[in-house]
């Protein structure tokens, strides 16, 4: 008899197929409590659970007795509470690898449209303002031989570093909890303080998981030892950043500019003095948001579920000390 999971994401069809291979699957459009209720049989009696975006805390594993593993089609995994899981000895899966090249375009392409003001001078042309000669007020700033500090050195900033230094010139600094030899013998990337990053970095990219520990790590006095002329960049997490602190610090001309693709509260309020600001570029957490690494990370996570209710947990999982 197929163990029997929980799908709370749709799939492209040949992936929903190979989940349908190994397991009696459900398929539910969310994990709210009313439709827990409503499939209450599927949810006692699921081993697996896969899906992304929905809350997994204490009060859906009580819901769920047999649950040995979850995977998330996400890097990150802040919506679950892994503490909860290891207590139940549920494993818990994600996809870090296949999105790390993607999300490395996405901060690119945030670091160049906020300092080439692509947005904002896109839309005066659509609005008819290009009628001659564009002069200062059209301006943007260099962003090739500019100084690029990325807090948090993992995949995807080792990925951003290469993009900075061999496309655009770039000195490289970082801070990261541990040094990175790799980075500093292929970018020749500097290893800092956080506070020296700040101070020196022309452009500085954000790309840290949230924890207790990182929540609201920037606030007012970061934003305060950052160049008046500094571009921001958020594409982590935005709980990361206190964002009445950086609305003020663009506000007050502390900083340059943000480029930001995540947000405190998502999806962005539409009254968010963020929207309101020519200077920031604001986008819908397209971070992974391709149609090639959408189904790639979706392949991994049904693999992951595959391997994980078979014992196989030798890659892509969380709490692999639980296993066994």
């Avoid at 539910?28 to 896969?50: I, Y």
């Avoid at 995994?77 to 549920?90: I, P």
């Avoid at 009254?271 to 790639?296: F, Q």
Wanted: hydrophobic letters at 45%; charged letters at 20%.
């Amino acid at each position: 008899m197929k163990p029997s999971v929980i799908l709370y994401k749709a799939l492209p069809d040949d992936l929903l197929q190979r989940l349908n291979d190994h397991f009696t699957v459900t398929r539910v459009p969310n994990l709210h409590p009313e439709t827990v209720q409503q499939h209450a049989e599927a949810f006692a009696n699921a081993e697996g659970l896969l899906g992304s975006s929905e809350t997994v805390d204490t009060a859906l594993l009580e819901k769920m007795p047999k649950l040995r593993a979850t995977s998330t089609i996400s890097v990150g995994y802040d919506n679950f509470d892994v503490e909860a899981l290891n207590a139940r000895r549920v494993l818990l899966m994600h996809t870090p690898t296949v999105l790390t090249e993607t999300v490395a375009d996405t901060l690119m392409t945030l670091v160049l449209s906020s300092a080439r003001r692509v947005v904002e001078v896109a839309e005066r042309v659509k609005a008819g303002e290009w009628k001659q000669g564009i002069g200062p007020d059209w301006f943007g700033i260099d962003v090739h031989h500019k100084t690029l500090g990325i807090v948090g050195m993992g995949r995807i900033g080792m990925a951003l570093a290469q993009r900075a230094h061999f496309g655009f010139n770039m000195p490289i600094l970082y801070n990261a909890r541990r040094h990175h030899p790799q980075a500093e013998e292929r970018f020749n990337a500097r290893y800092c303080d956080l506070n020296t990053l700040l101070e020196e970095a022309d452009f500085v990219c954000l790309i840290l998981p949230l924890s207790e520990e990182t929540h609201h790590l920037f606030g007012a006095e970061q934003f305060a030892r950052m160049k008046s002329s500094a571009i921001f960049i958020n594409a982590g997490r935005g709980p990361v950043v206190d964002e009445k602190a950086l609305i003020a610090a663009l506000q007050n001309g502390e900083i340059h500019a943000a480029g930001l693709d995540v947000f405190e509260q998502e999806p962005l309020p539409v009254d968010s003095p963020l929207l309101k600001l020519p200077n920031v570029v604001a986008l819908p957490h397209i971070g992974s948001a391709t149609h090639e690494t959408r189904y790639n990370m979706a392949a991994c996570a049904v693999d992951n579920l595959i391997d994980a209710l078979k014992g196989n947990v030798e890659k892509n999982c969380v709490n692999p000390q639980i296993a066994g």
